[in-house]
C-alpha cells in the first residue's frame, strides 16, 4: 500500500488535509508544481487587488465593468425566461 493510500486509510477526520504524494512520483512533481503555480497567482491576485483599491478611479472602471456584465446577464436571463414556455 502507498503511503499515500495509508494516509487516507488513517485521516482523522475528513476536512483533514492529505500530504502531497512523495516527491520522487510523476504525482508528486505534479502536484507540487500546480501548487507552486496556484501560490504564484494568489500572489498576483493580491497585488492586483490592492493596485485596484489604492486607485479610485481603477476602482470606478471596474465597478462600471462589473455591472455591465450584471445587466447583461440579467438581459439574457430575461429573455430566456420569457421564451422558456412559448411554444415554437
Not at 502507498?2 to 504525482?27: D, I
Not at 500546480?34 to 481603477?58: F, H, K, M, S
Amino acid at each position: 500500500m502507498s503511503a499515500f493510500n495509508e494516509q487516507v486509510q488513517r485521516r482523522r477526520s475528513p476536512t483533514e488535509p492529505l500530504q502531497a504524494p512523495v516527491s520522487g512520483s510523476p504525482l508528486g512533481s505534479t502536484a507540487h508544481a500546480y501548487g507552486q503555480i496556484r501560490q504564484r497567482e494568489q500572489i498576483a491576485q493580491t497585488l492586483l487587488i490592492g493596485q485596484v483599491l489604492r486607485d479610485p478611479i481603477l476602482l470606478q472602471r471596474l465597478s462600471d465593468r462589473v455591472y455591465t456584465l450584471l445587466v447583461e446577464e440579467f438581459e439574457r436571463q430575461h429573455h430566456r425566461s420569457r421564451n422558456y414556455g412559448e411554444p415554437f
